[in-house]
């Protein structure tokens, strides 16, 4: 069975939303002594950088997964058939970015990094090293929910999230205070700065 979860940044569903959908799906399997034989994150390597909202979700998968199933996960980059033969150097600088940053802790803990050829002989090939024979095993929010009882709000991928949360509305707090002293001081160009800053 494949499974296509709902991603996180959704332009109609809130992140707390979209991991509640997840955790209850994963809790209900796992209850019923179902336990997933791979999990497959996905990267457009035509990206040029990793935004703040690609790395919230890397860090929310993460906890979503945790150390011990981190040797089921597939991290899997697309678009290469989109890839330029003069942009093979930057394409290879931005793979060697993501294994040795990015999803550094990710591989240390047993992830492999996949190349997606949009062919279905590569698509084969992802899935086919999944399905090794290897034990299957539980993802951390699993254990957590199922396990250990938690609500969502207490296993690593809520807290993660909620963490986030926090830091957005610090940066929006503290951005509202320069906003409130620049208006304070009168200053136009300062005002107009931050207001286009605060649209970001």
């Not at 109609?12 to 497959?40: F, M, P, Q």
């Not at 399905?131 to 809520?158: H, M, W």
Request: charged fraction near 30%; glycine fraction near 4%.
């Amino acid at each position: 069975m494949f499974v296509d979860t709902p991603g996180f940044d959704d332009t109609y569903r809130s992140d707390r939303e979209i991991l509640r959908t997840i955790a209850d799906w994963l809790a209900k399997k796992y209850r019923g002594n179902v336990k997933l034989t791979g999990v497959i994150y996905t990267h457009r390597i035509s990206d040029n950088r990793m935004s703040g909202s690609v790395c919230k979700n890397l860090d929310l998968f993460s906890q979503l997964c945790g150390d011990k199933a981190a040797q089921c996960v597939r991290l899997v980059t697309t678009m290469w058939d989109k890839q330029k033969p003069e942009n093979a150097a930057i394409w290879q600088e931005r793979v060697s970015g993501l294994e040795g940053n990015f999803w550094e802790p990710l591989i240390r803990l047993g992830a492999c990094h996949e190349q997606f050829l949009n062919t279905s002989e590569s698509a084969w090939d992802i899935v086919n090293g999944l399905v090794q024979p290897r034990p299957s095993l539980a993802l951390l929010v699993q254990e957590e929910i199922v396990d250990a009882e938690k609500r969502l709000n207490e296993t690593s991928a809520g807290r993660a999230l909620y963490t986030q949360f926090q830091r957005v509305l610090l940066e929006q707090k503290e951005m509202l205070k320069r906003l409130t002293d620049a208006l304070a001081q009168k200053d136009p160009r300062a005002v107009d700065k931050l207001r286009e800053e605060y649209r970001k």
